[in-house]
């Protein structure tokens, strides 16, 4: 957190329980709405109530809901009268209203849309109909269009009357079937003659979205190429909104939280919800894969228990091989995972990047199983111990190559299939590299140690 | 890779192995620069320096190359004429300029350097001195500024005659010292009267960078206020230049990647260096800290050589009580280390998260506790089973539940440190949750079997 908000949180605490309401007031008319609602997830629950109803104005107060965490603007929304928050809801843009509409409880969704004018009605359900995960649902409506007929001088003239359109930084010029033919950036409306047609000043190759694009795909097309907000057209080309940057950005952190958490066998219901007992019942399925792997090493091992016996030492080198190998693996796939998602590791590079982790796998795997090996040469003096150390050290090696060919193989074959590869990563590779793992140290024991 | 991406790459391959050179051209022509830096990394080296001879103009080269990746563009650079080389780097912008050179090898820099215009040249050596990750490091010096007494009739004329400024979204007011005094939006100029003087309508409420702040700081601040660009000055308010929106999504995803590598104990040169030989020194030392931890666990249980003797059983349910603890570990503190990145997790939060996270732990452990008893209850039928069944049970759930103590605590402390968090999470938690594992397991044992 920045020293701004900081101060202001502190500001807010303070005052707040001083009571000293007149003074929260002037801060909070001071303070931007976005640092308001920053601060207010470190309030506690009736601090915030407070901190909401002295913000200056309802248009204060729809601005703020509309940056809040989902959690706290459901907390806001159902403790209060149902008629003031449609009011301050109506206020916000359209794709401010949908993501918080599709995020709230259904009955509470359906009030508070039969409140509204029938007209906001009418378009928020049909923008609540698209998935969220795609263009349409991430678009917002507000966009500045005009016919391809029109001057600069004219388009200048439209935009000075077009108040409500927040981010105008492109005219989207469409024909009379409201298709879209181009765009005109608001600097060129400004280099050329007023009277220039904008079909003379659009450009050509004009980069666009599909109403059902992944919104994942929109981000990297707007990052690729620059773009400060993407038209979304349906099949007909009708162009039908657009994408900002803003969103943009909003998409390419949670794609990332939702990667990093999934690789970790969790899920980004870790920050929205905060009870306990739904965690516990999103993240215990995934344990259940790290549960079965631990359950084959133990009935593995229990094949062996005969050699055990003979040769306990084995046991304490259990956890560094499978511990080596796990790490690999876990490294590997996430490189691969990550370089799937940035666009680094595709389109038939998937061998070149098998082979590297291969060799790389192998390298770590003589560097460490050398190690071991000397270690255990030293710990383990008798009769019996060149055999331990050349089974543990080639068990190492083998764990750990193992581990590098299915940390690089499993992802890539779920992109493959069309499968996020991010849920690959986590329990299945450490699982599968632990029933690996024990059965190469086995099979080495028995060979070298004759056990 | 969308279908417009892999049309070009296969275009570029089939005309290139036919050898067709004009209809390449005419591919190369039609297609968006960075279009063609993005499938180049698909080509042979060969085929990749086909493709930039071939581009129409040095103008097409060098906005090719800005878009490069770096092992990409250092294999074209070093492989050609350094004079032309530096002429296409010339015509790049300031930023790129900077960026690029920053990765060159020291001696091919200076080369280059030489080679430009002596004014460039001091500029760019300027820009080279500042640290890549703060403000100063990723900022374009292309901004357009104006003294708070020009008009907007003004400041519309100077903006159609400032072709080079490339993303004008903001005109920076500054008074007779350069010091920023306020922005002026675009729209703004559009939307008042052409007399209007800027001091009039600038914003009062100017956010900024300082130079040395770092870069994720700025991407954080862009994000937050929806901005198009920041403007970044020195420590006496004088602007020095902007970061602009597509700077700021190059961070975020870098930010990302590094998070998520670092996490799993590997660093971004997984993909920037394709060697093997460096990828294993990188990679090497994060795996010590897991080796380390290894080797302690199994001098733990070489204390306990005598009892597992006793009961061999014991040695089969290890890797199913490291496993279950070192994944829920990794959970905890992937969950905590994003919720710090993503400023879910933050100031005075913590001990929220952490009781959440016991919490949760706790139940998970019970769960798969209760689960592994009832399975080496049946499994294992004579006269300690009952001892066994609790001491594995216990074991499961008390390394689960130090698990997360050890996954959310070691983040939040690395944090309170200034030490980057994400560090923290791999090795180092796995580790701690190895030792302390065996640790339980033993102690257990020893207490319920008897032994």
Redesign the interface.
Known sequence: ??SRL?FL?ESLRKLLRRNAISRVKKVLKKS?N??VA?VM??LDESQRHQVFDLLASDQDRSETLAEL?ENLFIEIISARPIEHMSQIIALMSVDDQTNLLSHLPEDLKLEILSLLKPEDMAELQEMLDYDRETAAGIMSTEFFSLNEDSTCAEA?IA??DAADVE???YIYVVDLQEKLTGVVS??AL??NPPQTPLNQIKTQ?TIFVTQDQDQE?VA???????L?ALPVVDEKNKLLGIVT??D???V??EE??E???K????NET??ED?S??S??RT??P??FA??M???A???L??LY?HQ??KQ??L??????????G???G??T???IV??LA???V????GAKYLV?EL??GG??GI??GV??AI?SAL?YQNDQALALALTVGLSIWASMFTAAIVGASTPLFFHRLKIDPAIAT??LV?TAV?VLG?LVYFLFAQWFMGI
């Open positions: 957190m920045n900081q949180l931007r976005e640092d920053s997830r470190y965490d200048i935009l000075q981010m105008a930084f608001l600097r400004l280099m190759d795909e990297k097309l707007a990052a690729r190429y620059n400060l940057i803003d943009v950005i909003d390419i952190r990332a939280t990667d990093i958490l690789m970790a066998g969790a870790a920050y905060s306990a007992w965690n516990f993240r215990a995934w344990l790290t549960w792997g631990g359950l090493a133990s009935i091992i229990g228990e055990l016996q306990v030492a046991a304490a080198f259990i956890p560094i091989v499978l511990g080596m796990g790490n690999v876990s490294q796939a996430t490189i990550r370089g940035t666009g680094h595709e389109y038939g590079l590297r060799t790389i390298m770590l560097f460490y190690l071991l270690y710990r986590g329990p450490t632990d024990i």
